[in-house]
């Protein structure tokens, strides 16, 4: 079993999301919003920021899913859409919604897009925001939390698919690591 070190309890995750959902509807107020979950790692974080936005708060719901391919190491990183959004974004606020942003190279390609496609405006908000790995420039306008490293699981965040269902958040140390007991 790797060891699980408890880096943001599910309450103060809880209320964190709360006082985000506060954030962005105040950003927002009557504007039309479409809010858009990065799959497969927002997933939990997406459906409780969207029932703490406010309740009259015109939000329209969408997904994707991207991946990437290729070694980070080289550079030679390629981020495809595995699934591709359903709504027409065009004079549209959208606010991207994802679990991480790391080097940022996987939202740093899907604004890119996005931009293609004439929306009004378009902001980031992530769950966690790592800065150690960071590549390109990119700001994160609404942030949950900011980590500097360490390799996290929980609260939809897996390692090889496992995890997501913790309720909290976790640091994962690997079998083998010197760290690990
Ligand atoms: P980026 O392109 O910013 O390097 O990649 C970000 C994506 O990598 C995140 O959306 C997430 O899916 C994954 N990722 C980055 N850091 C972590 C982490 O600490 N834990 C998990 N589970 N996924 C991570
Ligand atoms: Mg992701």
Redesign the pocket.
Known sequence: MPTFIKLIDEQDIASRVQELGQEIGRHYGEEPLIAVC?LK?AFLFFSDLVRALPQNMDVRLDFVRLA?YGDRTHGAEKVEFKKDMETNIEGKHVLVV??????????DYFLKVLALRRPKSVKVCALID?SE?REVELQVDFRGFALDK????GYG???AEKYRGMRSIYDLIPDGDGRSG
Do not use: N, P, Q
């Open positions: 990065v790692g990437s994802e679990d991480i942003v790391d080097t940022g190279r996987s939202m790592k790995r360490g390799f996290v699981v965040l897996d390692y």
